[in-house]
């Protein structure tokens, strides 16, 4: 059974970057088809998927948040991490790391850290 | 970017009675959609992807149906743990666009 856990800081300063890392067990981050994912969900709101990454370096990206997203990951460490610049209050969210099979859709989540953006 | 809209936004319904909620696309995303459980303070739950394949180890009382720009996701008979949001989710753009309805909330009537 996979399992993901995300961490990092809870409070982030406006225009600063926001730094996420999820440590990934029970499972290899270089496995084929799963695609490792980050998404987030405003306070009482829906879901919204920030991007994911292949094992082999491939980002792919919400257009909406791309200029300011950066995802990657290190093999060795089986981890993934998520860089969001330029942080406004809007930026603050309950973030979730999350495998996607096949890109398709999210079969294993981490619980989430909730992230505000502050000063 | 593909919409999705989910109908309705709050489903009051018995324990035991079945529950029916809905989810459009804004175009046909054809059978590439999954959907969510979300309890509070909890992660989102994959319940059923392509549509109506089912996840491991969930209950026969949930099933997902619809192609193209409709899709259904169908509780039969409502359990006290059931009640909670519900996300659909479609994934068939490439390059990915992945995008999420605004949920149904499934209360207790």
């Known amino acids: 059974q996979v399992q993901l856990q995300e961490s990092g800081p809870g409070l982030v300063k406006p225009s600063q970057t926001l730094s996420l890392t999820c440590s990934v067990s029970?499972?290899?981050?270089?496995?084929?088809?799963?695609?490792w994912s980050w998404i987030r969900q405003h306070p009482g709101k829906g879901l919204e998927w920030i991007g994911y990454?292949?094992?082999?370096?491939?980002?792919y990206y919400n257009p909406s948040l791309k200029s300011r997203v950066t995802i990657s990951v290190d093999t060795s460490k089986n981890q993934l991490s998520l860089k969001l610049s330029s942080v406004t209050a809007a930026d603050t969210a309950v973030y979730y790391c999350?495998?996607?099979?096949?890109?398709?859709?999210?079969?294993?989540w981490g619980q989430g850290t909730l992230v505000t953006v502050s000063s | 970017e593909i919409v999705m809209t989910q109908s309705p936004a709050t489903l009051s319904v018995s324990p035991g009675q079945r529950a029916t909620l809905s989810c459009r696309a804004s175009?046909?995303?054809?059978?590439?959609l999954a959907w969510y459980q979300q309890k509070p303070g909890q992660a989102p739950r994959l319940l059923i992807y392509?549509?109506?394949t089912r996840a491991t180890g969930l209950p026969a009382r949930f099933s997902g149906s619809g192609s193209g720009t409709e899709f259904t996701l169908t509780i039969s008979s409502l359990r006290s743990e059931d009640f909670a949001f519900y996300y659909c989710?479609?994934?068939?753009?490439?390059?990915?666009?992945?995008?999420f309805g605004g949920g149904t909330k499934v209360e207790i009537k």
């Open positions: 392509g549509a109506s």
């Open positions: 029970g499972g290899s981050i270089s496995s084929t088809g799963y695609y």
């Open positions: 989710q479609q994934y068939n753009n490439w390059p990915p666009k992945l995008t």
């Open positions: 999350a495998s996607c099979s096949s890109g398709y859709y999210f079969d294993y």
């Open positions: 175009q046909s995303v054809s059978s590439n």
């Open positions: 990454i292949y094992y082999s370096g491939s980002t």
